[in-house]
């Protein structure tokens, strides 16, 4: 089965840019984890890897981040006035591990 490692970053310029931003509208990576791991925890929660799924589960993964993100620049922006909107770039990679000692 898998497990969920969900990593979620960004570039050291951009963190050290952001960190004072207890602004109303900026960037909440928190709250960009939570889209990625609800969606990576809907896509594969109780699949086991299948080599020619793969293809399909990046692609479902990489659709429902971006639709989820979007939404949540919506709401962020119908809800701050003139709020930020952001644009997300979506990198996924599924990779096997082999619990081989």
């Not at 709401?75 to 997300?88: C, P």
Request: negative net charge.
């Amino acid at each position: 089965f898998f497990k969920n490692r969900c990593i979620c970053s960004l570039p050291l310029h951009l963190q050290t840019a952001m960190d004072d931003g207890d602004e109303e509208g900026a960037f909440a990576p928190e709250e960009v984890q939570a889209i990625i791991t609800k969606v990576l925890n809907n896509c594969l929660s109780g699949q086991t890897f299948v080599h020619g799924k793969v293809t399909q589960w990046v692609s479902t993964i990489v659709e429902n981040c971006l639709k989820e993100l979007a939404v949540s620049n919506d709401d962020n922006q119908k809800n701050n006035g003139a709020g930020l909107k952001f644009k997300y770039v979506v990198n996924c990679a599924l990779q096997q591990k082999n619990w081989s000692g």
